[in-house]
């Protein structure tokens, strides 16, 4: 939400790491898009897709509602990230 990408990244890494179950959306996946890795954030989604199948662009708004403006525009980078790498 900060526009801190390499934070995002680090904190979502390691989220995946503690449990890689851990349903939230893959946002070090949109950090490496915005920090100009699309290769490698592809991999890191289509990875978090292989464990989370069932998982759409949808449910980002369950786990980041709201709709102070500045939530609003960060949920809809992370959207527009991740669709950037193939997510629907």
Do not use: C
């Amino acid at each position: 939400m900060l526009n801190q990408y390499e934070q995002a990244r680090d904190w979502g890494q390691t989220a995946q790491i503690s449990n890689p179950n851990l349903p939230w959306p893959p946002i070090h996946a949109a950090a490496l898009v915005r920090l100009g890795s699309k290769v490698e954030g592809k991999v890191v989604l289509d990875d978090f897709l292989l464990r989370h199948p069932k998982y759409e662009i949808s449910d980002i708004g369950q786990r980041l509602g709201g709709a102070d403006p500045r939530v609003a525009e960060s949920r809809d980078r992370l959207i527009s990230s991740l669709r950037e790498i193939g997510m629907r």
